[in-house]
C-alpha cells in the first residue's frame, strides 16, 4: 500500500496519538502547498493529513486516467482508499473548491469516517439552471474550454489573476500559476471540464456529516448565493459563514482572514 501513499504524495504530520485526525485536500489547479498558512496552526494539537489529488501537477501523469476521472466518484474513491488506508476516521475534512464537493460524495457512502466537512468555496453545480444561479452559461463555460485548448499559457496567464482576485504581479497569482503550470494541459482541460459540468444537487440531501460552509464574500466562481442554496438542501445539520475575503483561493490570497476562521470551525461543533 506504500504506492498509494506515493501516488498521491500523503503527508503525515503533527501529533500521533490522543487526537482528532484533520484530513486537507486541495481543488482545482493547486495542490498541498495551498495550505501552507493553516498546516503550522495544527501540527501542534492535530494528526493532520495533506495529499495531492490525481491530476495535481505535483502527480505522475502517466498514471492519470481519463476515464475514472471523469467523473468526481473517481476522486472520491481515492479518498476513501487514503483514508482506509491510514486507518483515519472518523476525521475533519477540510476540502477546498471541488474537494469539498468530493467529500461530500464519499460521506455519503461512508459517513462513519467523518465527523464534520468544512467545504471552503464549494459549488455543487456551476451552470445556471431555472432559477439556480451557479454563476456561469454553458457559452462561457465552452469558450473557457475553447481557450484551455489552443493556448494553456495564455489561458493560465488569464485565469490565475480572475480567479485570485488580483493583478498578475500579486505573489497569490504567481503561486496560483505555478502549480497551474505544473499540470500537464491536456489534464487540466480534462479535469476542468469534469468539474464545472458537474451537477451532484440532487446527492445534497443524502449527506449526513455536519458541514460548515466557508465562503468569500467576492468570488468570482461561487457566487455567495452557492452558500445559501447548500445551507438549504444538504441533510445534515450545517453553519454558513462569508468572509471579508477575496477571490477563489482566500487561504492563500486573504490568510490574515480566512485561516482564524477555519480553524475557529474546526473547533466548533454545530450541534453543541
Same mark, same amino acid.
Request: proline share 5%; charged share 15%; glycine share 8%.
Given at each position: %500500500? ?9 503527508? #503525515? ?16 489547479g493547486t495542490d ?5 498558512? $493553516? ?9 493532520? #493529513?495533506?495529499?495531492?489529488? %490525481? ?7 502517466? $498514471?492519470? =486516467?481519463?476515464d475514472r476521472y ?11 482508499? @487514503? ?24 460521506? /455519503? ?15 455543487? +453545480? ?12 454553458? &457559452? ?11 493556448n494553456y499559457t495564455?489561458? #493560465? ?9 488580483? =493583478? %498578475? ?13 505544473? @499540470? ?6 480534462? #479535469? ?39 445551507? +438549504? ?15 477563489? $483561493?482566500? &487561504? ?9 476562521? @477555519?480553524? +475557529?470551525? /474546526? ?6
Open positions: %500500500m506504500a504506492e498509494l501513499e506515493e501516488v498521491h504524495n500523503v503527508r #503525515v504530520v503533527g501529533r500521533s496519538e490522543g487526537t482528532a485526525a484533520i484530513v486537507l485536500a486541495h481543488g482545482f498541498q502547498s495551498v495550505w501552507k498558512h $493553516l498546516l503550522p496552526h495544527l501540527v501542534a494539537d492535530y494528526r493532520v #493529513v495533506a495529499f495531492d489529488t %490525481m491530476g495535481a501537477g505535483t502527480t505522475n501523469p502517466d $498514471l492519470f =486516467d481519463f471523469a467523473t468526481l466518484h473517481g476522486y472520491a474513491l481515492d479518498l476513501l482508499a @487514503i483514508l482506509g488506508h491510514l486507518r483515519l476516521g472518523p476525521c475533519i475534512y477540510v476540502g477546498h473548491s471541488v474537494s469539498a464537493v468530493i467529500g461530500v460524495i464519499a460521506s /455519503i457512502s461512508r459517513p462513519d469516517l467523518f465527523s464534520k466537512l468544512l467545504m471552503l468555496s464549494a459549488s455543487p +453545480r456551476y451552470l445556471n439552471d431555472g432559477d439556480y444561479f451557479g454563476g456561469f452559461e454553458q &457559452q462561457g463555460l465552452s469558450q473557457l474550454f475553447d481557450a484551455m485548448r489552443s495564455a489561458w #493560465v496567464s488569464g485565469f490565475a489573476p480572475l480567479a485570485v482576485g488580483a =493583478d %498578475m504581479d500579486s505573489a497569490t497569482v504567481q503561486e496560483f500559476s505555478r502549480t497551474l503550470f505544473n @499540470i500537464r494541459p491536456d489534464i487540466a482541460l480534462s #479535469v476542468a471540464q469534469t468539474i464545472f459540468q458537474t451537477d451532484v444537487r440532487d446527492k445534497l440531501g443524502l449527506v449526513k456529516v455536519p458541514c460548515h460552509i466557508l465562503q468569500s464574500s467576492r468570488d468570482p466562481a461561487v457566487p455567495v448565493v452557492v452558500s445559501e442554496y447548500l445551507h +438549504r438542501h444538504l441533510g445534515a445539520e450545517s453553519v454558513v459563514e462569508v468572509m471579508p475575503s477575496e477571490g477563489h $483561493l482566500p &487561504q492563500l490570497s486573504s490568510p490574515e482572514i480566512v485561516i482564524p476562521v @477555519i480553524l +475557529r470551525h /474546526i473547533r466548533f461543533d454545530i450541534a453543541k
